[in-house]
């Protein structure tokens, strides 16, 4: 059987106590050091989900800027495609109206110089006639000469004109 002594009911109380200083002096202060370690813990959690839900929130905000500003530069890429093409067709149509314009002059020029070559030869023509009046006058003082002078004259008129009637 178990011999219950003095010793035994010391030893008791010796335990009973120290698990009231232990109680009192240990576990309370480690119990609230394990409880601010835990709500710490739960806080740096929490704002660590809160720091990635702001994170995911601009990572989609600059995702949504990026694709704005591939809108906005394909925009002005096809703007100033658009813009170039109907450059390209301004300085096509002036190009051509420029020819036009040119060609005109130069028909114009041309006919210029055409009307003064014709009144220079017409200058030339009046001219040799008075030139070949004036010998037939100063031939006409020999009567065989002035003669020889109009057939020779209506010979060539003649040949002239029936060039021009050849097929």
């Not at 020819?99 to 070559?117: G, N, P, T, V």
């Amino acid at each position: 059987m178990i011999d219950i002594n003095w010793t035994l009911a010391a030893q008791i109380l010796n335990f009973l106590i120290l698990v009231v200083l232990l109680r009192a002096f240990a576990y309370k202060p480690i119990v609230n050091m394990l409880q601010e370690r835990q709500k710490k813990i739960e806080m740096s959690l929490a704002k660590a989900d809160e720091d990635v839900e702001k994170a995911e929130a601009l990572k989609k905000e600059y995702e949504d800027q990026l694709a704005s500003a591939r809108v906005k530069a394909q925009s002005i890429i096809d703007s100033a495609s658009r813009q170039a093409a109907e450059e390209r067709d301004e300085s096509v149509v002036k190009t051509k109206r420029d020819i036009e314009q040119m060609k005109k002059s130069a028909a114009e020029e041309i006919e210029r110089e055409r009307r003064a070559a014709a009144e220079t030869l017409r200058a030339e023509v009046v001219a040799l006639s008075m030139a070949a009046a004036s010998k037939v006058i100063a031939k006409n003082l020999d009567e065989k000469a002035n003669e020889s002078l109009i057939a020779e004259f209506a010979d060539r008129l003649g040949n002239e004109k029936l060039g021009d009637l050849s097929c």
